[in-house]
């Protein structure tokens, strides 16, 4: 009897880790059919995709397709069902590119300028932002488009420096991707008058505009290189963004100016997305800048920005490829022109693994996050899958791109089960299903 035991007990803990194993093995696939903006749902750039390959190592992503055309550039892609769309320099002008998923057919292109604009590194930057049968973008030199989806007519326009006075921080061209809203598409003129605008997304015609001031001496006046965001901080809506002289919180009701925080501006470009917490919001720049946390109060039918911490460039600067949150933490590259692998936990600010890990590629990183994974896209066309989690770096493989045609600066984007990557004219899709 007491010898029969342990003999139930084993087989009962091997059938138990049987079972466990099955049930992980069977878990159901979820792939997402669209990825409709910037950094996708809530410009958060997190994938919805689940049951991806987990072991680059062991099965690394093969490639399904690649397509030419889509032009000089560095914007990344925006999906619906099964098109496609991004910006490019094509020789007859910049344009907007549709594209089929199913095997990278162009099915249309819209030039957007008759004239591609000139500017350091040439090239679109704009992601197109799709609602329903509608897609917005904007081009280098400064004027935001609205186009038929189906098959790229173009519906309204209004250029930046005609209509608002616009203006970029400096001499790189405007590269932000629209925002929609309920009725509203939302950019980033730059004008002293109109550094935001609301317009109508049917019309185009204008809701509101946004009046700053003295935002700071850091920095420079004019537009930045980010996109809006959405935060209900302190309990008011508020479109929150990082312009030429830092980061501005502006009320979505009417556009007024709430708060500005000037610190983490630098002279050169301000370039990442801010990251939304709940009351906080956390922004970072490169060139030598560094990274703060925010946290936003009521005050009285306004609201506070009160800074919680900065950290200096050497603890934490994010150049431009972009920064996760996931599970109270932030995961990015950190460095100037360097994508150092680094996690930090967002409510204290201190650094809980990497920053000093070279990583597998050189350059600055672009980084996604999906199916419990990093996706980090290094400028020298390395790709390197990182596990998302505290416990510290933990690669899980890595290969580098089929086509690099120069600085691989396009941010990578998974939707339906497969990786796109942009690179300049040309656009590769692999397959991460398991």
């Known amino acids: 009897m007491s010898n029969s035991m342990p003999v139930r007990l084993l087989l009962g803990a091997i059938l138990v880790c049987g079972l466990s194993l099955s049930a992980k093995a069977n878990e159901p696939t979820k792939l997402s059919d669209s990825w409709e903006q ?3 749902p809530d410009r958060q750039n997190h994938s919805a995709d689940t049951g991806l390959l987990d072991d680059w190592n062991a099965t690394p992503p093969k490639l399904i397709w690649t397509a030419s055309g889509m032009g000089k550039g560095y914007a990344s892609v925006s999906i619906k069902d099964n098109r496609l769309f991004t910006t490019g320099n094509l020789p007859e002008g910049q344009a907007v590119i549709a594209v089929n998923t199913d095997d990278g057919k162009i099915l249309w292109k819209t030039n957007l300028l008759e004239l591609n604009p000139e500017h350091g ?27 038929s989806v189906a098959d790229g007519e173009i519906i309204w326009q209004k250029n930046f420096e005609e209509e608002w006075d616009g203006k970029m921080m400096s001499k790189w061209g405007f590269s932000e ?7 509203l598409v939302l950019c980033t003129p730059g ?11 049917t019309t185009g015609k204008e809701v509101w505009k946004t009046s700053v001031n003295d935002l700071g001496e850091l920095g420079k006046d004019g537009a ?11 309990g008011v809506k508020q479109y929150v963004q990082l312009t030429g002289r830092g980061v ?4 979505a009701s009417d556009g007024k100016l709430l ?3 000037n610190p983490v501006a630098n002279k050169v470009a301000n370039i990442p997305t801010p990251i939304i917490s709940g009351d906080y919001v956390f922004c970072s720049t490169g060139y030598g800048t560094g990274s703060a946390l925010l946290k936003l109060t009521k005050d009285g039918d306004g609201v506070n920005a009160e800074e919680v911490y900065f950290l200096k460039a050497k603890t934490m600067q994010n150049h431009h490829g972009g920064m996760i949150l996931y599970k109270d933490h932030i995961y990015c590259g950190h460095g100037h022109n360097n994508g150092l692998p680094l ?5 204290s600010g201190k650094v809980v693994w990497g920053g000093d890990i070279r990583g597998e590629g050189s350059g600055s990183a672009a980084v996604l996050f999906a199916d419990g994974n990093l996706i980090f896209r290094y400028e020298n066309g390395e790709l390197a899958l990182v596990e998302a989690t505290t416990e510290g770096y933990k690669l899980k493989g890595s290969f580098r791109a089929d086509q690099v045609l120069g600085k691989a600066w396009a941010h990578p984007v998974v939707c339906g089960g497969k990786l796109y990557l942009r690179e300049q004219d040309v656009l590769m899709c692999y397959d991460l299903r398991k």
């Open 177 to 183: 991707s629209p925002l929609i809203d309920g009725d």
């Open 38 to 40: 910037w950094r996708g």
């Open 259 to 261: 708060w500005n925080y």
């Open 121 to 147: 590194y040439p090239g679109a930057r704009c992601t197109p932002s799709i609602d329903g049968e509608r897609l917005y973008a904007i081009a280098s030199n400064g004027a935001i488009f609205c186009l």
């Open 248 to 251: 501005i919180g502006v009320r």
């Open 191 to 201: 004008g002293k008058n109109a550094m935001m605008v609301a317009l109508d997304k």
């Open 343 to 347: 996690c930090l936990n967002l409510k």
């Open 224 to 234: 930045g290189y980010s996109s809006i965001v959405i935060s209900n901080g302190a």
